[in-house]
T-cell receptor
Framework: GAVVSQHPSWVICKSGTSVKIECRSLDFQATTMFWYRQFPKQSLMLMATSNEGSKATYEQGVEKDKFLINHASLTLSTLTVTSAHPEDSSFYIC???????????FGQGTRLTVV | GQNIDQPTEMTATEGAIVQINCTYQTSGFNGLFWYQQHAGEAPTFLSYNVLDGLEEKGRFSSFLSRSKGYSYLLLKELQMKDSASYLCAVRDRGNYQLIWGAGTKLIIKP
């Protein structure tokens, strides 16, 4: 199947700093990528849809100025958590599909801990 | 509204069979997916149904009835490594987005 690589796998940062998470499709081009957040024992929560060459579409309740998404190429999308707070600590996962009718492939996820 | 329901937790015995149900109510339908997620890891794809019927893949099978808004994931010959959360997701028509259920935590006992 298609491979989506996410980096870093885990990161610890201080409150007030920013953290960038990368999501790459290694063997296919992804016009659209999705960013999810998952808290312990909860399901995936869609944060935003990342569209190559255009602005991301954010879900209701997700602050676009806090969670900056850049989809500069067909193989790379980045999520930057700005001015991180401890409540931003979570598991962040990206996904992409090869086409509209194929399954979503997930990156490995990034465990963010803000101290 | 969009709604996907699946049991929160199930327990089964190693070597047995378990069926995890999923019911959905969505504005559109363009396929139903099952994913497996181990704690602390990203989901991995298990199966995809877009037409009614049963799809079999090794020890795992998935069934879909679009008229009933119903699917199940059947796991046979359970192994301890099958202990995980199983997520049901429906793709809305016309876009790539997946609508996710809360997941079913499956506990396998020896």
């Amino acid at each position: 199947g298609a491979v989506v690589s996410q980096h870093p796998s885990w990161v610890i940062c201080k409150s007030g700093t920013s953290v960038k998470i990368e999501c790459r499709s290694l063997d296919f081009q992804a016009t659209t990528m999705f960013w999810y957040r998952q808290f312990p024992k909860q399901s995936l929560m869609l944060m935003a849809t990342s569209n190559e060459g255009s602005k991301a579409t954010y879900e209701q309740g997700v602050e676009k100025d806090k969670f900056l998404i850049n989809h500069a190429s067909l193989t790379l999308s980045t999520l930057t958590v700005t001015s991180a707070h401890p409540e931003d600590s979570s598991f962040y996962i990206c996904s992409a599909s090869v086409t509209q009718n194929t399954e979503a492939f997930f990156g490995q996820g990034t465990r963010l801990t803000v101290v | 509204g969009q709604n996907i329901d699946q049991p929160t937790e199930m327990t089964a015995t190693e070597g047995a069979i378990v069926q995890i149900n999923c019911t959905y109510q969505t504005s559109g339908f363009n396929g139903l997916f099952w994913y497996q997620q181990h704690a602390g890891e990203a989901p991995t794809f298990l199966s995809y149904n877009v037409l009614d019927g049963l799809e079999e893949k090794g020890r795992f099978s998935s069934f879909l009835s679009r008229s009933k808004g119903y699917s199940y994931l059947l796991l046979k010959e359970l192994q301890m490594k099958d202990s995980a959360s199983y997520l049901c997701a429906v793709r809305d028509r016309g876009n790539y987005q997946l609508i996710w259920g809360a997941g079913t935590k499956l506990i396998i006992k020896p």
